[in-house]
């Protein structure tokens, strides 16, 4: 699971450079007579982009501010519509809603992702971007996805708020469109409490949304923050420093929480295996997941709840599937009234998939009892 357990006195040494060498300015922007050359914010991006191989980084207040964000660099807006998938949480269609386009889900395939075929008779017209999500961190099919953007000329972002350092053919999940979002929720790989980045292509979509993310501030370097100039409004989606330091801070821990990640996944993996009746969720060929979570499905949903309860009675809970299905499918939005749902449990066919799995936590720390305990509770179920 993540970035929190890692959490120690090295993201308190970072915090200190604000106070010991900033002056102590919490703000991204400005006040050079007092902070010096402290930017952390600024510093973060640098490094993010960096290690994901990206171009242009904008680092922001949250994951759903950087779907919102993404949206808006775009020039999306009223009479659009954006596609996403029915598995995701409730933030990915909530940013659709928030910038006045019309919210549109596909069915899942076994990759839990976004169907290709159901994308494919979802389009219409009005369609200007699609958001693949790489749910709890296992790739999308994007290699397909990609394929249907570029023909009907459609934006691709991804959500790539749980698939840090996942990748696809040798590039980073969060790359391969054309803008990636990404959070630092205290549930993520790598925390700042509340953040988001966004990583992108084209450099006009990187200053359109760096300006919009600051109502509109285009941070001009000849004249002064206040006289600043402006083409179009915005809002206020900034990350601070104080976010902004704890962010460079677990960055540098990254590699090892991931590579951790992948090793207790796999220690997992081998006592889950020994059960022929379990089925591992699809990875799309060429794929490397981010080791979030390891989910599997049951022969029918029974069983999947049956595992969540004993496993819940031996004092661990499962990670959003089955117990958490309310916020993270679409088929239960009946209170976001622009996706339109004539009744609760609508996609029908995604949610029949998706009442059979069960999705483990992974975690940096992983109990010594914890695998055994998975395995003794398939035991017992099945
Ligand atoms: C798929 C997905 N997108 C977006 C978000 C929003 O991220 P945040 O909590 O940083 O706003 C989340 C949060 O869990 C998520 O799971």
Redesign the pocket.
Known sequence: MPGFETIDKQELKHLKKIFQNGGGVLFRHGFEKIRGRSFQVEEFEKKFAKRFKSKYALAVS??????RVALASLGIGKNDEVITQSF??V??VE?IVESGAKPVCTEIDDTLNMCPNDLLKKISKKTKAIIL?H??GSPGNISEVKKICKRKNIYLIE?T??GIGGMYKKKFLGTIGDIG?F???F??TITTG???MLLFKKKQHFLKAKAWHDHGHENNPKVPRWEDTRQSSGFNYRMTELQGAVGISQLKKFNNIFNKHKKNKNIILKKIKKFKEIRIRDLPNNSIDAAEALIFSLKNQNLARRFRKIFFDKGYSTKILPEALDW?FAGKWTHIKELNLKKSNSYKKSLKKINKYVSLQIFYKMKDDYPKKIESTLRQIL
């Open positions: 949250s994951g759903t501010a950087a779907l995701t949480f933030a990915t940013a999500v749910m709890l959500d708020a749980w979002t959070s630092f929720d549930a993520k509340e953040g988001g993270h």
